[in-house]
């Protein structure tokens, strides 16, 4: 089976702009996850998403906003980006949902400057 | 919120030791508790986990254990290798979702 895979995997962006990045679980995966990983800060769970319902979300500003489409990819999508945006953003996906095994992707990596 | 401490940040250990890493956990109604392997530059890999009807379990070198009345778990890695240095993650689950630790970078000296 394939692994679940992101894209881009680099990314250089300006602060004020917005960010698309996409994340296509492994097949018959159906729930997804994204985190946020800094330096120091470990990984902070931004949402997830079931069956295209998104079912939770962490404490991220509304400008950190997701979807999931009926073949389970998902992207997420950042708007007014800032410099603290900054990170490498997982995906992870498992079969039902977070309490089962979870999958990383390779990450993106965002700069903002 | 609910919040997962983990400890040490640092654990330096001579190759051929044994490794402990623990962490304490909020949420009473958790009942999932994995263990993550993140190498330098890579993604972060599920290395063993725990439900909580279980108190124990291994797999090779690598054990986990639960105790559930303090809300602790730990990570115990026997006869360490070069490989096992990374920094390891602690999680428990609590309202859909994943609570992390904030990880132990693990160090093993030749």
């Known amino acids: 089976k394939a692994g679940v895979t992101q894209t881009p995997r680099y990314l250089i962006k300006t602060r004020g702009q917005q960010v698309t990045l996409s994340c296509s679980p492994i097949?018959?995966?159906?729930?997804v996850s994204w985190y946020q990983q800094t330096p120091g800060q470990g990984l902070q769970f931004l949402f997830e998403?079931?069956?295209?319902?998104?079912?939770n979300k962490g404490n991220f500003p509304g400008r950190f906003s997701g979807r999931q489409f009926s073949n389970s990819r998902s992207e997420m999508n950042v708007s007014t980006l800032e410099l603290g945006d900054s990170a490498l953003y997982l995906c992870?996906?498992?079969?039902?949902?977070?309490?089962?095994?979870?999958?990383f992707g390779p990450g993106t990596r965002l700069t903002v400057t | 919120g609910e919040n997962v401490e983990q400890h040490p940040s640092t654990l330096s250990v001579q190759e051929g030791d044994s490794a402990v890493i623990k962490c304490t956990y909020s949420d009473s109604a958790s009942n999932y508790f994995p263990w993550y392997k993140q190498e330098l530059g890579k993604r972060p890999q599920l290395i063993i986990d725990i439900r909580s009807n279980v108190g124990e379990k291994k797999d090779q070198r690598i054990a986990v254990t639960l105790n559930k009345t303090a809300k602790h778990f730990s990570l115990h890695i026997t006869e360490t290798q070069p490989e096992d240095s990374a920094v390891y993650f602690c999680?428990?689950?609590?309202?859909?979702?994943?609570?992390w630790g904030a990880g132990t970078k693990l160090i093993i000296k030749p």
């Open positions: 097949s018959g995966h159906r729930s």
């Open positions: 998403y079931f069956s295209e319902t998104q079912r």
């Open positions: 999680a428990a689950d609590s309202n859909y979702q994943l609570i």
């Open positions: 992870a996906s498992s079969t039902t949902g977070l309490s089962y095994e979870q999958y």
